[in-house]
């Protein structure tokens, strides 16, 4: 089974800040990995898929990269309405989930 | 619009048996697969089964094998979840959602507590 290693568990950011999320997958994913946002209460929402490809309606502020095993999504310009909770979940073998980064404000 | 209305949740006893149920509309349910997501209260995401468009492929975690069987009627464009023997670590809310490799579209989730 493919592990992902994500981290930071949390974050703290003031509004405007750049943030970065990191998820290392136990071997290579192919770029395969997506990306989610989940508020309180939620059902969790796609942002991102096949690394970098933004789904219809997320905002340009929200970025993905990388390859191989390592991966990293930010967010420029940290606008309150991003105050949530961010998963990666890696899709080229089954399905496995980062254990999340819960965003808050500093 | 795409919907996926979960049902069937609820308070059961460990060891006892429960079915969800997923209700799809604005899409064609026959040509995708589908999966069930859960989050145990205060924890992460977690991948429970998939199944294929036509039910003829399904995959588990190991944690469920054995003890969940996801499956679908694509005449009634409904997906469920049979879960036997439940137990404690099964408590969590229930996403349905659209398997397209990733999951694109998800259901608002239906609550599943066992205890005694």
């Known amino acids: 089974d493919i592990q992902m290693t994500q981290s930071p568990p949390s974050l703290s950011a003031s509004l405007g800040d750049k943030v970065t999320i990191t998820c290392q997958a136990s071997?290579?994913?192919?770029?395969?990995i997506a990306w989610y946002q989940q508020k309180p209460g939620k059902a969790p929402r796609q942002l991102i898929r096949?690394?970098?490809t933004l789904v219809s309606g997320t905002p340009s502020r929200f970025s993905g990269s990388g390859s191989g095993r390592d991966y990293s999504f930010s967010i420029s310009n940290v606008e309150s309405e991003d105050i949530a909770s961010y998963y990666c979940?890696?899709?080229?073998?089954?399905?496995?989930f980062g254990a999340g980064t819960k965003l808050e404000l500093k | 619009e795409v919907q996926l209305v979960e049902s069937g949740g609820g308070l059961v006893q460990p060891g006892r048996s429960m079915k969800l149920s997923c209700a799809a509309s604005?899409?064609?349910?026959?040509?995708?697969?589908m999966a069930w997501v859960r989050q145990a209260p205060t924890k992460g995401l977690e991948w429970v089964a998939t199944?294929?468009?036509?039910?003829?492929?399904?995959y588990y975690r190991d944690s469920v094998k054995g003890r969940f069987t996801i499956s679908r009627d694509n005449a009634k464009s409904t997906l469920y979840l049979q879960m036997n023997s439940l137990r404690s670590e099964d408590t969590a809310t229930y996403y349905c959602?659209?398997?397209?490799?990733?999951?694109?579209?998800w259901g608002q989730g239906v609550m599943v507590t066992v205890s005694s």
């Open positions: 959602t659209r398997e397209k490799g990733y999951f694109d579209y």
């Open positions: 604005g899409f064609t349910f026959s040509n995708y697969g």
């Open positions: 199944i294929s468009y036509d039910g003829s492929s399904t």
């Open positions: 071997q290579n994913i192919n770029k395969y």
């Open positions: 096949y690394t970098s």
């Open positions: 979940l890696q899709y080229d073998n089954l399905h496995t």
